[in-house]
């Protein structure tokens, strides 16, 4: 069972409002991700991390960031929400090492809805 | 890059019977090939995998399928049973990697008729 957790799972805001998307894991993974999940079901790749102080940013332009201080917490942060950041926001994290072969754990996700 | 093409986008099948999900992949250099289900309200869970030195892997009604040649691999359930209705993601892994690992399909939603 995947030791890593997403808060809050909903999460209903006004425009222009500053939030942060916590993601928490325990098994001690040196990598991290972020994927924005749109409603046709697509996943797209926002951020990754390889460890602490390390961030870089994935396929799909986000206009969000994130920060790495702990090797167990990643979290995204929108600093002016607005409704086109309408989606599902899931974490991931994966063993760094040098085969390919990453098993990726996720988080149940959190849902934003941005009025 | 690697692109990851998935069908079909919906398959709805009678519980019992088969259900079969395809993906082709771009770059012939890909040599691990996992899948993920994805219940809802949760996020994707690994299910099955295969590595480019294997042509076929099955673990009890799940099984998959790998032809290197025509670059695509084939996810195949069999005796379908509720449970099984998710939406479901095949991947591909580059050999040189990539600092993002993965390069996701689609999705499939499988659609299990009572």
């Known amino acids: 069972e995947a030791d890593i957790y997403q808060t809050p799972r909903y999460l209903v805001i006004g425009t222009g409002k500053k939030i942060t998307l916590e993601c928490s894991q325990t098994m001690g993974h040196d990598k991290m991700y972020w994927y924005q999940q749109d409603p046709g079901m697509e996943l797209h790749l926002i951020h990754y991390s390889y460890g602490v102080n390390s961030t870089e940013k994935g396929d799909l332009s986000s206009e969000s960031t994130v920060s790495r201080i702990r090797t167990e917490h990643f979290p995204l942060t929108l600093e002016s929400a607005r409704p086109s950041h309408t989606s599902q926001y899931l974490c991931?994290?994966?063993?760094?090492?040098?085969?390919?072969?990453?098993?990726?754990?996720f988080g149940s996700g959190t849902q934003l809805s941005v009025l | 890059g690697e692109n990851v093409e998935q069908h079909p986008s919906t398959l709805s099948v009678q519980e019992g019977d088969s259900a079969v999900i395809k993906c082709t992949y771009s770059?012939?250099?890909?040599?691990?090939f996992p899948w993920y289900k994805q219940e809802l309200g949760k996020g994707p869970q690994l299910i099955i995998d295969i590595r480019s030195n294997v042509g076929e892997k099955k673990d009890q009604r799940i099984a998959v399928t790998l032809n290197k040649t025509a670059k695509h691999f084939s996810l195949h359930i069999t005796e379908t049973q509720p449970e099984d209705s998710a939406v479901y993601f095949c991947a591909a892994v580059p050999s040189g990697g990539g600092a993002d690992g993965l390069t996701f399909g689609k999705g499939t939603h499988l659609i299990i008729q009572p």
């Open positions: 991931a994290s994966s063993e760094a090492g040098t085969g390919r072969n990453e098993k990726l754990f």
């Open positions: 770059d012939s250099a890909s040599n691990y």
